[in-house]
């Protein structure tokens, strides 16, 4: 642990993509802004262990606030990190002929040679979709640039164990150092919450969360399918790993706790083959997969979402000590509403903007 300063503007902790993105955004205007990450990289955790899918919507039929702004920001992100883009593949959703909570009436169908793939008497109907996907270790890349290029001071394989609110600021403690900020963000994904003095007042739910990893069938190549709308599967490229992800709505979570609980003591046993076999019952052409091994990680939502497609930014500050604040994001492109949110608390949010993350932003700001 080197280079962390005594004191700075605003320190961020947790090393994921928020917050890689959220030390970027605050650096527009503040000199001295600190990111700290307990493992040994960045995006390592639930921003690389997930399908890696950028959302349009069609994932959200159940909730329309969710599935516009997916709609209206997968564009933004898609061009402020286009090096990480993944849209070598043809997205295909597919509706359950029993069992969806939705109907095929709002898709545009996919041509008969894709449709051949599904087992007839399950799937009503399977539509092309126009979603991309995203290189995890890319994105890695091209945050570390501009958080290099920014002067953004990234601390990784520090660990914090506590945050103490105190008059004009909130102190920042890790093993053997500690660091003082007006601003500070818990952006650890809700990991973070009840162990320092940034607890989480809304209830969350915590989910331990398996992605089995697949050689596919030949019959796959360049395409992503998801069964829709209830205990069905999604399967996808993952590039970094140079295989298929695959994940199941009654497979992929092995247990779940709430924020006050205790987690659990328990082990995951892979999945991985009962996802396959039930998943194959829809594309036989999945009996052919081979399984390659499987990503484990906590799963964080809000809990009065669990019941929803519903996935709000939740942005929760300490009425006690206003410069501590807790974030959390369902998806990746919900970054750019976060931002807003952020902005209008006022503050040195409210001066910022998006030079060090968006090169549009940049060439404006330079123009």
């Known amino acids: 642990m080197t280079g962390i300063p005594d004191s700075a503007d605003v320190v961020i902790v947790g090393g ?100 051949a793939l599904f087992a007839e008497d399950r799937v009503a109907a399977v539509f092309h979709c126009a979603e991309h996907g995203f290189n995890a270790v890319a994105l890695r890349r091209v945050l570390r640039d501009r958080l290099a290029q920014a002067g953004v001071i990234v601390a990784t394989g520090s660990e914090v164990t506590a945050t103490e609110p105190g008059d004009g ?49 030949r019959e796959l190549a360049g395409l992503g399918v998801t069964v829709m709308d209830g205990p069905f599967f999604s399967t996808m490229p993952s590039p970094p790993l140079s295989a298929y992800s695959l994940t199941h709505v009654r497979y992929t979570p092995h247990y779940a706790w709430t924020s006050g609980e205790t987690r659990p003591e328990r082990g995951a046993r892979s999945q991985a ?54 974030v959390l994001g369902g998806k990746l492109d919900n970054i750019y509403d976060l931002f807003e949110a952020l902005a209008a608390q006022g503050g040195v949010a409210a001066r910022a903007d998006l030079r060090y993350l968006s090169p549009a932003a940049a060439r404006a700001v330079t123009a």
């Open 16 to 115: 994921g993509f928020y917050g890689a993105c959220l030390a970027l955004f605050y650096r527009s205007a503040a000199s001295d802004v600190v990111l700290l990450e307990a493992r040994d990289d960045l995006l390592t955790r639930a921003s690389y262990v997930n399908q890696a899918r950028i959302h349009t919507g069609f994932h959200y039929p159940r909730s329309f606030v969710t599935a516009m702004r997916s709609l209206a920001l997968h564009r933004r992100f898609r061009d402020d990190f286009a090096e990480a883009v993944v849209d070598d593949f043809t997205m295909l959703y597919a509706i359950a002929a029993s069992g969806s909570k939705v109907t095929p009436q709002r898709f545009e169908r996919a041509g008969r040679g894709e449709a």
């Open 273 to 326: 083959r009962h996802m396959l076999q039930d998943a194959a019952r829809y594309l036989p052409c999945l009996a052919k997969a081979a399984p390659r091994g499987s990503l484990y990680e906590t799963k964080t939502v809000l809990l009065r979402n669990e019941g929803d497609d519903g996935r709000p930014i939740l942005l929760d500050r300490d009425p006690d000590c206003l410069g501590l604040m807790t």
């Open 169 to 217: 600021g909130v102190t920042v403690r890790l093993q053997g150092a500690a660091i003082r900020a007006p601003v500070v963000i818990n952006a650890t994904y809700g990991q973070f919450a009840g162990q320092s003095g940034a607890p989480v007042r809304v209830p969350l739910k915590y989910e331990m969360a398996e992605v089995a990893l697949i050689d596919p069938p």
